[in-house]
């Protein structure tokens, strides 16, 4: 599968199934549709014939020529543009077949072991942002702060289902988690006591709006969280109209400073200010590079999700103009690395070398199987997202897993369960999308969120324009 764009003056091919990205002249980027059905036909005819060979057949040259007629160069030059991209095809970086769906049974029969959980310290806040899914903190349900017990008992089942794995993550959420602070200490020196005598090392996270952020909080977690989230929706009157206390009053002012005394004091490093845009600041690539000025370096802000209803939710007529803002922030940022400004923004964050494992690539954050979020009060969800929705109540802390059925169910959740994302050549980079996101929209955890789908492949054509820029300043 290929997919061809050009972005920010860069024609861009991305071989689907190899990961490979090419920047091309003109005539090669126009050459490679053409060539395509060219290889394929030749790969399916060809007896004996091996791609490790270093001479291309001369047959398949002169298919190519045929090809390649109406191309507005000479002959010489079409042989050289087909003998550069069969060169790619026999490398495995163009043309190449989909080696995943091979992985699909493995994939669903492995061994499940939960790797993190999201512990719902509070299920309670001091801020009454519009578009929370938690409903202030409440989840569908009752406000309840987590006892040390229940987040002993949590920590205890991690360790027990998480097999052979060694690095273990848990993520204070809620809510507010700073609500439930002395239990959020509590929590990490009991797991710290646990890393040696089941050979487990922890890693800690915090999200948290920074109304109760102080020096003594912000010194424990440069010394115990390996990451903290800080929560900011960009410019002050966007912030402040979606993120205000109860009694209305923004909360603006009262976390900037402290924020950014976080990110210095993390030498910008192992955090995220994340904020969230709506239909209130389409115009959202102003707010990430307010943030940027405010001097955070590490920076995400993402669609919001919500019912139609909602008068700040993102309707499919905005979706021109958020394709457009992700080009602008883009080129912008482009700019600024330039001059040494530069900073990362998360989701043009991609990885072109490496990549994530096959798992990732084919089920994403493994929500429901190794990833679970837990209640104040020891209910086990697949994530943050479904909880207090009843029909995805897994289990409890005391007894396990108890409904293995929505386990598997989420074990066949993958990009090759989805019809929408089978022809997609994002499907490798997002894998399938959030699960939540289908279920509510769809009623099922394999469809696709449409507007989602949609903003993801323009940050993904973006982030590999980011790369192949950032290339030719090295």
Same mark, same amino acid.
């Given at each position: 599968?290929?997919?061809q ?17 090419? $920047? ?7 050459a ?16 004996? *014939? @091996?791609?490790q060979?270093?001479?291309?057949p001369?047959a ?37 077949k /989909? ?7 493995? #994939? ?15 299920? /309670? ?12 903190? !409440? ?5 309840a702060?987590?006892s040390?017990?229940?987040?002993? +008992? ?14 273990l993550?848990v993520? &204070? ?9 002395? $239990? $959020? ?6 797991g ?9 090392? #922890? ?12 020096? !003594? ?40 400073p402290?924020?950014?005394? %976080? ?14 845009? %709506?239909?209130?600041?389409? /115009? ?8 940027a000025?405010?001097g ?19 309707k !499919? ?30 989701? &043009? ?13 084919? @089920? ?22 479904? $909880?207090?929705?009843?029909? #995805?109540?897994?289990?409890n802390?005391?007894?396990?897993i ?6 598997? @169910?989420? +074990?066949?959740?993958?990009? *090759?369960? +989805?019809?929408?994302?089978r022809?997609? &050549? ?11 996101n ?7 955890i %394999? ?7 949609? =903003? ?13 820029? !950032?290339?030719? =300043?090295?």
């Amino acid at each position: 599968m290929i997919h061809q764009y050009t972005n920010n003056g860069y024609p861009i091919v991305l071989d689907v199934n190899s990961g490979s990205v090419h $920047v091309m002249d003109e005539l090669s980027y126009q050459a490679v549709p053409l060539l395509e059905p060219v290889w394929e036909a030749w790969q399916e005819e060809s007896v004996g *014939y @091996s791609d490790q060979e270093e001479d291309i057949p001369e047959a398949l040259m002169e298919r190519a020529a045929k090809a390649l007629r109406k191309l507005p160069c000479t002959d010489g030059e079409k042989r050289e543009i087909a003998g550069e991209l069969f060169a790619l095809a026999q490398a495995g970086q163009l043309y190449a077949k /989909d080696i995943y769906e091979n992985y699909i049974f493995d #994939f669903k029969n492995r061994q499940t072991v939960v790797k993190a959980l999201c512990l719902h310290i509070a299920h /309670d806040c001091n801020l009454a942002c519009r578009y929370c899914f938690a409903e202030e903190g !409440e989840y569908h349900g009752r406000r309840a702060l987590m006892s040390l017990e229940v987040g002993k +008992k949590a920590l205890d089942f991690l360790v027990a289902n998480s097999g052979n794995r060694v690095n273990l993550e848990v993520d &204070f959420f809620g809510g507010e988690p700073l609500l439930n602070w002395q $239990v $959020v200490k509590d929590l990490v020196a009991y797991g710290r006591s646990l890393e040696e005598p089941y050979h487990k090392k #922890f890693r800690f996270t915090l999200t948290t709006n920074g109304v109760l952020l102080d020096d !003594e909080v912000l010194e424990f977690c440069n010394r115990e969280m390996g990451n903290i989230v800080l929560s900011i929706d960009g410019r002050k009157k966007i912030h402040d109209l979606m993120r205000p206390f109860r009694g209305g009053q923004g909360s603006y002012d009262r976390v900037v400073p402290k924020f950014q005394k %976080t990110a210095a004091s993390r030498n910008q490093m192992n955090y995220y200010v994340r904020g969230t845009f %709506t239909r209130h600041n389409l /115009d959202f690539s102003k707010d990430v590079l307010h943030l940027a000025d405010l001097g955070f370096e590490q920076i995400s802000v993402e669609p919001v999700v919500a019912e139609k209803t909602q008068e700040y939710a993102l309707k !499919e007529e905005d979706i021109p103009v958020l394709l457009e803002e992700y080009d602008k922030l883009a080129k912008e940022m482009l700019h600024r690395r330039r001059e040494g400004k530069g900073f990362h923004f998360f989701h &043009f964050m991609i990885d072109l070398e490496g990549g994530p494992c096959v798992a990732k690539r084919l @089920s994403g954050c493994g929500s429901g199987t190794e990833y679970l979020a837990v209640t104040p009060w020891g209910d086990l969800y697949p994530c943050h997202q479904f $909880v207090g929705q009843e029909e #995805f109540l897994m289990g409890n802390v005391d007894e396990g897993i108890l409904r293995t059925d929505i386990r598997d @169910s989420f +074990k066949e959740c993958n990009v *090759y369960a +989805k019809e929408k994302c089978r022809d997609c &050549f994002a499907k490798f980079y997002c894998s399938g999308g959030c699960a939540a996101n289908s279920y509510n929209f769809h009623g099922n955890i %394999t469809g696709a969120y449409e507007i989602g789908c949609e =903003l993801q492949r323009k940050r993904i054509e973006c982030a590999i324009m980011l790369k192949a820029a !950032e290339a030719e =300043l090295e």
